[in-house]
């Protein structure tokens, strides 16, 4: 058992329940992602996909047109957007029950994605590259995922020197949820950021105390899924990393996670049906 302190999300007046923890699906609308099985290139596949997440168990599909990847290259604001937008159109069409997340470090494109119907903000940059989107985000008000990143998606490899990993991260964390609380952003998701600015060991050293951060008294979020951490420790590939992402996204449960980011909806579905039977639980 894990006590997690806050349980519900505020999304646009719907109470979303995280006492059983939340799949979240991966949706990028970029011809560069990292894994090449979550990316998509026009509306019917994006629609066909959106619906089989659905029914394999997502309760959040988090869209992205920027790939955050490590050297990952540069895009203009209105490209993203743009992407974002025609993604956001039509899952509110044909989805009109899904929760959709948009996942931008930009508040232009949270902003656009927000009035087209995405119903929370997935900053993987904690709003360090963008200093509008902690006041946006409070305008909107919607629910913020704040993750914890170094630098730009550019930069962030050669940025893993912390004095104490894990009191760096949760202070760096704490300092911005209370920024976030002053300016009235009362739906928070905290992200510690798994590979992003860390390395292997790092990564690693994360999952084993990410119990720590149940300190920040918000839900936790852990996106691991087919990550290097995973596929370079087991020297393999992307696509081999399904059963390391499993195992990953387990043991994020047993910590505490209310929220796992996954590019396969059905096996980490399970994962959290298999935790829950195995006597499991967020209280």
Not at 161 to 182: A, C, G, S, T, W
Request: no cysteine.
């Amino acid at each position: 058992m894990m006590q997690v302190s806050k349980k519900t999300l505020n999304i646009r007046g719907r109470l979303m329940e995280l006492s059983t923890p939340v799949v979240m699906g991966i949706l990028n609308i970029t011809p560069d992602s990292f894994y090449a099985g979550s990316r998509i290139s026009s509306v019917d596949e994006l629609v066909d996909k959106a619906g089989q997440m659905q029914k394999e168990g997502a309760g959040i599909i988090d869209v992205g047109g920027y790939s955050t990847r490590p050297g990952a290259k540069e895009i203009d604001p209105e490209e993203e957007a743009d992407r974002v937008e025609s993604a956001i159109e039509p899952l509110n069409k044909y989805f009109p029950d899904l929760i959709l997340s948009v996942d931008t470090f930009r508040s232009s494109v949270a902003s656009r994605a927000v009035y087209k119907g995405a119903h929370m903000i997935n900053d993987v940059s904690g709003g360090i590259l963008d200093d509008s989107m902690f006041d946006v985000a409070a305008a909107l008000k919607v629910p913020y995922i704040l993750m914890h990143m170094r630098g730009t998606p550019q930069t962030m490899n050669q940025l893993t020197n912390y004095n104490q990993l894990i009191p760096d991260i949760l202070k760096d964390l704490k300092e911005k949820v209370d920024v976030l609380r002053q300016k009235g952003v009362a739906d928070i998701i905290v992200d510690p950021g798994f590979g992003f600015a860390k390395t292997i060991a790092q990564n690693f050293e994360l999952m084993k105390n990410l119990h720590a951060f149940h300190l920040l008294d918000y839900p936790l979020l852990v996106g691991i899924s087919r990550k290097t951490t995973i596929y370079k420790t087991l020297n393999i590939t992307a696509e081999e990393a399904l059963n390391g992402t499993t195992v990953l996204n387990t043991l994020a449960l047993q910590q505490g996670a209310s929220i796992i980011r996954v590019h396969d909806v059905k096996p980490a579905a399970e994962v959290v049906k298999l935790w829950i039977a195995a006597g499991n639980s967020m209280n």
